[in-house]
T-cell receptor, first 114, second 111 residues
């Protein structure tokens, strides 16, 4: 069964460093998303992406964040200068149909900022 | 407002029991209400979903009850099994595909 994959599973970085989280969505999906979950809190929407453009972003997704689809398979989230409060689990998701409630999530990348 | 409020935060039932998880929303523009299930170390996965013009939806042992006038909906798990032990999220979906998650309910089903 096709699945969304994410790398790395755990990333430890120092405050102020840049990190890139990688995702490979399901191959025939066209709509991509990033969510994050701070430990013990709810899953929060960060950004949606379609046709090489950001479709919607939350107030969390400030200038420190960017997304990119550098090739036909990868979808990345970059945090330019990490802060302690960026420590969270980051989930990539994809959907086949436009703006579907049925989104397929990857296993997540745990980001720890020290 | 975009919030979805979920309760209880945690729930323990015996095998065969019927756990019930409740949610309330404020945004009347939500057009779908899915439930996602998450096992430790995994991402959330779609379990069942309902449209706001339907009062009940049943899939296997999982049932969503929906009260549009009260802006509330709930998940019932019939004949719960230890394998149902997971975190459950109620979600509101905007017409742009943004998922607004509730806080989550950690369910433990004891053998």
């Amino acid at each position: 069964e096709p699945e969304v994959t994410q790398t790395p599973s755990h990333q430890v970085t120092q405050m102020g460093q840049e990190v890139i989280l990688r995702c490979v969505p399901i191959s025939n999906h066209l709509y991509f998303y990033w969510y994050r979950q701070i430990l013990g809190q709810k899953v929060e929407f960060l950004v949606s992406f379609y046709n090489n453009e950001i479709s919607e972003k939350s107030e969390i997704f400030d200038d420190q964040f960017s997304v990119e689809r550098p090739d036909g398979s990868n979808f990345t989230l970059k945090i330019r200068s990490t802060k302690l409060e960026d420590s969270a689990m980051y989930f990539c998701a994809s959907s086949e149909f436009d703006w579907s409630y049925e989104q397929y999530f990857g296993p997540g990348t745990r980001l720890t900022v020290t | 407002q975009q919030q979805v409020k979920q309760s209880p935060q945690s729930l323990i039932v015996q095998k065969g029991g019927i756990p019930i998880i409740n949610c309330a929303y404020e945004n009347t523009a939500f057009d779908y209400f899915p439930w996602y299930q998450q096992f430790p170390g995994k991402g959330p996965a779609l379990l069942i979903a309902i449209r706001p013009d339907v009062s009940e939806k049943k899939e296997g042992r999982f049932t969503i009850s929906f009260n549009k006038s009260a802006k509330q909906f709930s998940l019932h798990i019939m004949d719960s099994q230890p394998g149902d032990s997971a975190t459950y999220f109620c979600v509101g979906t905007s017409n742009t595909g943004k998922l607004i998650f509730g806080q989550g309910t950690t369910l433990q089903v004891k053998p």
